[in-house]
């Protein structure tokens, strides 16, 4: 059975510094990955989707990469703003199935 | 373009009382999902509908059922609701076919048991 897990489970940081949040799973067999992004009392909001046959995706100052051997993909923000505080959360898709699997999340302060 | 919308957003039951969870998306997409969101335990599937007309059990079915009413809609109904049915309640939606495309949210519905 896929297991998701996200450390730290918390973190903070003075804003603009560069930082890295983890994602590991269990079973290598994944179509793909996603990070998402959570803000207090509202639903996720996509960040973004790695597919399986890819190394990492970029989208302005955020950098997720993929290691399907490993087991692991970072999630790299830099530049961190206020702004990005948030609950950033994993999930992986298996190549059985259609389950998704959802990590617990790393909640991220940003302090001025 | 909405994406994906949800109803009620808050909603109330006492121990016994049924209801739906209503959910629609515009962005043509075939398959939705139901999770649920509690403290400790992430994000579990509740169920899924990989195209109109079928739907199959996620991790955590027991209590629920669900209708795919047409490719837009799928509801999420408690038949006699329950104090462990308290949670935050989002649908999801996503494009399946060769390439499994991302996941969108709707904005969820927080549901109190009492």
């Known amino acids: 059975k896929q297991e998701v897990t996200q450390i730290p489970a918390a973190l903070s940081v003075p804003e603009g510094e560069n930082l890295v949040l983890n994602c590991s799973f269990t079973?290598?067999?994944?179509?793909?990955l996603q990070w998402f992004r959570q803000d207090p009392g509202k639903g996720l909001t996509s960040l973004l989707l790695?597919?399986?046959?890819?190394r990492e995706q970029t989208s302005g100052r955020l950098n997720a990469s993929l290691d399907k051997s490993s087991g692991r993909s970072t999630l790299y923000i830099a530049a961190s703003q206020p702004g990005d505080s948030a609950t950033y959360l994993c999930?992986?898709?298996?190549?059985?199935?259609?389950?998704?699997?959802f990590g617990p999340g790393t909640r991220l302060s940003v302090l001025p | 373009n909405a994406g994906v919308t949800q109803t009620p957003k808050f909603q109330v039951l006492k121990t016994g009382q049924s209801m739906t969870l209503q959910c629609a998306q515009d962005?043509?997409?075939?398959?939705m999902y139901w999770y649920r969101q509690d403290p400790g335990m992430g994000l579990r599937l509740i169920y899924y509908?990989?195209?109109?007309?079928?739907?199959d059990k996620g991790e955590v079915p027991n209590g629920y059922n669900v209708s795919r009413l047409n490719k837009r809609e799928f509801s999420l109904r408690l038949e006699s609701a329950a104090p462990s049915q308290t949670s935050v309640y989002f649908c999801?939606?996503?494009?399946?076919?060769?390439?499994?495309?991302?996941?969108?949210f709707g904005p969820g519905t927080r549901l109190t048991v009492t």
């Open positions: 999801a939606s996503s494009v399946t076919g060769l390439v499994v495309y991302e996941q969108y």
């Open positions: 079973d290598s067999a994944i179509y793909n």
């Open positions: 790695i597919q399986s046959s890819q």
């Open positions: 999930a992986v898709r298996n190549n059985y199935g259609q389950n998704f699997v």
């Open positions: 962005m043509n997409h075939n398959s």
């Open positions: 509908s990989a195209s109109e007309g079928t739907t």
